[in-house]
């Protein structure tokens, strides 16, 4: 009879530490969703097709990976990185999220170059489902003031960007659907920039505060940016971690924790940086140019 006892209790025992014990041990990764640069597409495979492998392999367990594409194949997602209303196309992309039932527990976000401000808009207007962590790669965060080369093999519309881009990167036709002017931030003339971008600005809190924008932002996990210190195409490199040129000129920067945005924390920026949510990393490279050792050792753990 005690060994009967004994051993309905042993049992009894085993059974609620198994209920007990941590289950996350054994739980799928959270999926991961990436957001392609300018010039790029989501599945061109020495770019995004590499990074998508890149993840599966390192972080491994099934993860599944989501490449956004904006358009009905590879060619409009090209184009449309170009001149497609950047609004449109958060709002394109946050009902591709919402539809998705993979992700619906919450996801990794992980934006390329213009993908970085793209899916910081994704966290702050679009919170469902929720993003966990976001990794913003050479994103432009305050802005571009220059456009020096143009990735990718369309030459021709890269042409056509500067053309624009020299006609008037405020002018409402111009800022309505060329991409590249809606993060088009000129230091010479603040005001202007604040009063007609349509995009960068409003994200920015630059024309009227929007509280729901920090608040979603604050639901992060980990906000990490990563400056390229080689960087060519930004212009400047340092709006990749939210520093940007002193307004009236185009030769000083302010680093992030002298700008209004940090220091009235109109974003969420300071407290996730005193929080220890905010990391900024730095890759020795031209603009994207990293490797897999280097991903490995500096992103991985974001991503698990």
Known sequence: MVATITMQFFLSLVG???SFSPKSTYADPFPVVLWHGMGDSCCNPLSMGSIKKLIENQV?????????EIGNNV???TENGFLMNVNRQIEIVCDQLQKD????????ALGFSQGGQFLRAIAQRCPLPPMLNLVSFGGQHQGV????????ENQTICDYVR?????GAYVSWIQNFLVQAEYWHDPLNEEEYKNKS????????????????KDNLLKLKNLVLVMFSEDTMVDPKESEWFGFYIEGQSKAVYNMTQSKLYQQDLLGLKELNESGRLTLLSSPTDHLQFTDVWFEQNILRFLK
């Open 163 to 167: 053309k624009l881009l020299n006609v």
């Open 75 to 77: 060619v409009e997602d």
């Open 16 to 18: 609620i530490l198994v």
């Open 60 to 68: 491994g367990g099934g993860v599944y990976v989501k490449s956004l």
């Open 101 to 108: 039932p993979k992700l619906q527990q919450g996801y990794n």
């Open 145 to 152: 003031y220059g456009f020096p080369r143009c990735p990718g």
């Open 198 to 213: 349509v995009f960068l600005a409003d994200i920015n809190q630059e024309r009227k505060f929007n509280s729901t924008y």
